[in-house]
């Protein structure tokens, strides 16, 4: 097994191509004075509001052309006015909230109570898609009132001491937008308008002139799309770009180049819902066989904080004294033996998939986990594919009912455990394993008022998930790198990597 792990450890050290082919689609190296190109991963597989979660798809529409009731600053944890001046909580389950007046849509149409009202039932309509109810929503529904023109009451299903922050994850939109049916044109009240998608090749947001607040700096913003790294980089370094998210560790470290903590953090999602990986024993294997050392430090940065949960310390909940599993493939093979012994079909084909080239080094973990897995005995096999096809085995309905652990990342920028595991309650869409006692522990936790008892209750469902259920297995919370151009200031205080706010970028 020491070959074995040698072998697996060797296969980690991945070099990254830093040629670049900017000829196919370039854009002009040169830009307008005020006018910036951002350049992503990947382009969205939606832009419409309520998906406004999906880490492509927000940096491009949250805040920029949809707005929210309020807005969470990570750092300091407040809370800050956006689209309502103020709220109070007006009974155990009830909220009102006072609407900003003077506001209006980019269609012309007055922001009031009605567009409040309008955007959270479009919000909560199951027939459709929208992450940001699935994510910070999952455990209970929302009803709105109209008490006047710019006075609205909600009122939930049952307590959540987290009401006014999951609040700000409530996209506002004009009531003309489809309510049965995904939007390719968000309208919103933000400081940009939409004005094109040509689809793989650029999304352009330019200034709206009727906007409520101060006009920001920024009048332009076309968003490109490239998949390799290293063409994000140079992109900035030559000037056809202004900025990038994420770019290779490697590349990094220049005057160009800012570190960050980006709240992600990755993790495998065991797929319990189909043999072998229903066996308790075969999900334990999966979490012994990987070996976090010689991922941290070679595919991901050295700075990266090897996991033991879904969020990042410092967050309400995280319990300090859990420990990463330690790496043991004797032990991973033994439990397989176990399993196979008992009839456990553990020789089935299982699939270990995530989105091609979705973050950096994401394929390359991919694959180390792979070859992890096979040293110990699992029949794998490795798949990259589009983001669509990935969600259809991650989702339910799921597309194809086969064994699957899934590559994920989780972005928990809200300082609590809250936003993190009700995707693990039995009604989600997104839950790899239903257990009735593990639902009703995070559905306690959820309930628990700020303070030690929450605390505790939250300790209770780490350590549950860890030894009774294992449907996640940790790798490490990210850092990541950007590259910001030479033209332009963006500060990253406060702020996660599901938004960018094009009126804090500022031109030097």
């Known amino acids: 097994m020491m070959q074995t792990k040698r072998l697996a450890r060797a296969a980690l050290a991945v070099s990254v191509a830093t040629s670049v082919s900017l000829a196919a689609g370039a854009v002009h190296a040169q ?3 005020g006018e910036i190109v951002v350049v992503q991963p990947t382009e969205p597989p939606n832009i419409d509001p309520g998906n406004h979660a999906y880490s492509y798809t927000g940096p491009i529409i949250y805040q920029n052309v949809i707005e929210t009731l309020n807005l969470l600053d990570l750092e300091s944890g407040e809370l800050a006015p956006r689209l309502a001046t103020e709220w109070e909580q007006t ?9 900003r007046e003077g506001v209006s849509f980019h269609d012309g149409t007055p922001f009031d109570a009605d567009a409040v009202v309008f955007s959270l039932e479009r919000l909560f309509n199951t027939d459709m898609e929208a992450m940001a109810r699935n994510k910070y929503w999952d455990h209970m529904m929302v009803t709105a009132t109209k008490v006047d023109d710019y006075t609205v009451e909600f009122e939930g299903s049952q307590p959540e001491p987290l009401f006014v922050t999951r609040m700000s994850q409530v996209p506002i939109v004009s009531p003309e937008t489809p309510m049965n049916e995904l939007t390719r044109t968000p309208v919103g009240t933000g400081p940009y308008r939409l004005t094109t998608w040509d689809p793989g090749q650029q999304i352009v947001l330019e200034q709206f002139e009727d906007y409520w607040g101060e006009a920001p ?4 913003a076309t968003y490109v799309f490239r998949g390799e790294g290293s063409v994000r980089a140079n992109m900035v370094e030559v000037g056809e770009a202004d900025f990038t998210f994420t770019i290779p560790e490697e590349m990094a470290g220049g005057e160009l180049d800012k570190a960050y903590r980006n709240y992600e953090t990755v993790y495998f999602i065991v797929g319990a819902w189909k043999p072998p990986l229903d066996d308790i024993r075969v999900r334990r294997a999966v979490d012994m066989a990987i070996d976090r050392e010689a991922i941290i430090g070679t595919i991901m940065p050295e700075e990266t904080i090897p996991a033991t949960t879904l969020f990042v310390p410092g967050t309400a909940g995280h319990d300090p004294d859990l420990e990463p ?3 043991d493939p004797e032990g991973a093979a033994k439990l397989l033996e176990e399993a196979r012994a008992d009839g456990v079909p553990v020789d089935e084909e299982i699939k270990v998939m995530y989105i091609n080239n979705n973050f950096p080094g994401s394929n390359e973990i991919l694959e180390a986990a792979t070859l992890m897995l096979d040293a110990v005995g699992f029949n794998v096999q490795m798949e990259l594919v589009e983001t669509g096809v990935y969600r259809g085995y991650r989702d339910e309905p799921r597309t194809d009912d086969v ?3 899934l590559l994920s990342r989780h972005d928990n920028d809200k300082g609590d455990a809250g936003f993190s595991y009700t995707r693990h309650l039995c009604e989600s869409n997104r839950n790899p394993i239903c257990d009735e006692d593990f639902d009703a522990a995070i559905t306690a936790a959820l309930a628990e008022p700020e303070g030690a008892e929450r605390e505790a209750l939250w300790h209770e469902v780490l350590r549950m998930m860890k030894e009774d259920i294992v ?3 940790y790798l490490g919370h990210q850092v990541a790198f950007a590259r910001v151009g030479e033209r332009i200031d963006y500060g990253f205080e406060g702020k996660g990597t599901s938004y ?3 009126e804090d970028v500022t031109f030097n």
Do not use: A, H, N, S
Not at 91 to 99: E, V
Not at 217 to 220: C, F, I, N, S
């Open 91 to 99: 009974g155990d389950t009830t909220y009102r909230y006072t609407l």
């Open 500 to 502: 960018f706010l094009l």
């Open 217 to 220: 700096e920024v009048t332009k």
């Open 325 to 327: 599993t330690p790496y």
């Open 403 to 405: 064994p699957v652990i």
């Open 471 to 473: 449907g996640d297995v």
């Open 31 to 33: 830009q307008d004075d």
